[in-house]
């Protein structure tokens, strides 16, 4: 994403993060929209020319994998060294600090730190202030700072690490050692939001209501008077933007629910009922069941399967476009996570390779053909799940859908694990909704991320009413997450995977055993494909 393009579509950001290839680079994104100000994620390798467009009150440095005294290590632009805007380098990002501006770094050999340490403050002012010596941080680095560069001051220590906190008060720049932006830094938002408002001296306009009011004028302006077609799922992401467009260009707005086959139990009735008759949203009801599952036939590669039916759904749309419209936008509730993990935020800008590792790709974003007869409006684009939540609820949006755990665009069939049949299907329809409704008997829906199952391409013996059986094993996937960029499986208790697995064989024809996925992610996904 480019700082012009950024600059035509939204506002600028307050904070940049320029991503080194940190895993945790838009979990600081997150922390900085915690504190109500507005941040975004650009590659390492944004130009000073490029920030200065922006003009952002302040620049955060990404941790990353490399080393930054080898030769192919990822380096900031150095004029951004003197754009006289405050800068914090978190753990490699520190370490290009230094090396940029004279430092020194090598490798911490024998004093490598992983893991929780206590930090002893030695200067509690500035990025310091009312941080308790002795917190706990989160260290996560093999190499360390050895040499300052001029003027730079320790601001704390650790016991393996001497250079843990610095600074350069006059230029405004800080680095630590650690990542205060995860939760086991017990004090690392009192450090975020020091530096967000006593260092940068933002002020605290990323709200709910301003994005809203911020939004609809967007669209308004982007749209103009033309016809919007909205692909309306009935997960929180679709809703929510289907009320959103609705309060901005009212009755130009048509939502078309295509029902692909692939959704769960009784799901078709429940969003037609729900958006068309309920809250008087026209709905365009298009049953494609067969259409879709013909085309998956003999497909078993999971990123095959996601881009024929993101494929499919473009050409439906197109089709349907013709009875309907015409439309000449399509909508779609593209969220920040599904952007970052399609695309990946980083270039190399000597290679062009991106250095960020696809996970895979989103239906509605990794799938759009080259020839897509829509101009897309995505408002959410740079939006994180909980974030798309608030604005649901300010909405007005009810909280039976706000609080609806997130759902594939491709749907089961990427619970299916190889080639989706309608026999599976059926079964794992029946298999997922066990699972649902023993989670929400027991009271623990909201308190999980996502509750499914998933359906194994292999099968086991049994023995059922003194009979051999030979079927399916049905997964139990159960996470908790804040905004599903990191998760950790959710310990159910014992007697409630009782009942799941009771209820799954005795009542799922064609299952005969259950097993529980305990992965967190990473080193897993939360969806199985």
């Not at 945790?24 to 130009?47: D, F, K, P």
Request: proline share 5%; with cysteine; charged share 25%.
């Amino acid at each position: 994403m480019s700082s012009d393009s950024l600059l035509k579509s939204q506002r600028s950001p307050s904070i940049v993060i320029l991503d080194f290839g940190s895993q945790y680079s838009e979990l600081i994104a997150r922390r900085i929209r915690e504190t109500e100000v507005y941040s975004i994620v650009l590659s390492y390798s944004t130009s000073a020319a490029e920030l200065r467009k922006l003009a952002p009150k302040g620049i955060i440095l990404s941790g990353g994998p490399s080393s930054v005294y080898t030769a192919s290590a990822p380096l900031s632009d150095p004029e951004i060294w003197d754009l006289d805007i405050p800068v914090l380098g978190v753990c490699y990002g520190m370490q290009v600090m230094v090396q940029q501006l004279g430092g020194h770094v090598t490798a911490a050999v024998g004093k490598a730190e992983y893991g929780k340490a206590p930090l002893h403050v030695d200067d509690p002012t500035a990025l310091l202030t009312n941080v308790e010596s002795g917190s706990t941080m989160w260290m996560s680095h093999g190499d360390s700072v050895d040499k300052l560069p001029r003027g730079f001051v320790r601001l704390a220590h650790t016991s393996n690490t001497l250079e843990a906190a610095i600074a350069l008060h006059t230029k405004r720049f800080y680095g630590v050692q650690f990542h205060p932006e995860v939760v086991h830094s017990t004090q690392g938002m009192v450090m975020i939001r020091n530096f967000v408002y006593n260092i940068c001296c933002c002020q605290p306009d990323w709200t709910t209501s301003t994005f809203i009011d911020e939004a609809i004028s967007t669209v308004r302006s982007q749209v103009g008077d033309k016809k919007v077609l909205l692909a309306l799922s009935g997960g929180v992401d679709s809703s929510t933007l289907a009320f959103l467009l609705k309060r901005a260009i009212g009755d130009q707005l048509t939502c078309m629910f295509i029902d692909q086959g692939f959704m769960r139990k009784g799901e078709p009735e429940f969003l037609m009922e729900f958006f068309d008759q309920k809250f008087k949203i026209n709905v365009q009801y298009i049953n494609a069941r067969e259409r879709f599952i013909s085309k998956l036939q003999g497909i078993s590669d999971p990123e095959d399967k996601r881009k024929v039916i993101g494929r499919e759904f473009i050409r439906v749309f197109e089709e349907e476009s013709e009875r309907l419209g015409p439309f000449d936008y399509l909508a779609q509730g593209t969220l920040y996570p599904d952007v970052i993990e399609s695309s990946g935020t980083n270039l190399d800008p000597k290679t062009g390779e991106r250095i960020a590792v696809k996970i895979k790709s989103h239906h509605n974003v990794g799938g759009l053909p080259k020839d897509l007869q829509f101009k897309l409006v995505e408002p959410l684009r740079m939006l994180f799940k909980d974030e798309v939540r608030k604005v649901g609820r300010a909405l007005g949006l009810p909280e039976e859908i706000v609080g609806r755990h997130p759902f594939p665009g491709p749907g089961l069939a990427i619970r299916i694990l190889g080639e989706v049949t309608d026999e599976k299907l059926n079964c794992l329809r029946d298999a997922d909704l066990i699972v649902r409704e023993e989670i929400n008997r027991a009271g623990l829906y909201h308190e999980i991320w996502q509750a499914f199952a998933v359906l194994l391409p292999v099968c086991s013996v049994g023995v059922m009413g003194d009979q051999r059986t030979y079927a399916w094993p049905i997964v139990v996937r159960c996470v908790s997450s804040e905004d599903g960029m990191t998760a950790d499986w959710s310990r159910l208790p014992d007697s409630l995977l009782q009942i799941i697995s009771n209820r799954v064989v005795n009542e799922v024809k064609g299952v005969n055993r259950v097993v529980l996925d305990i992965t967190s992610k990473p080193p897993g996904t939360i969806e199985w494909e």
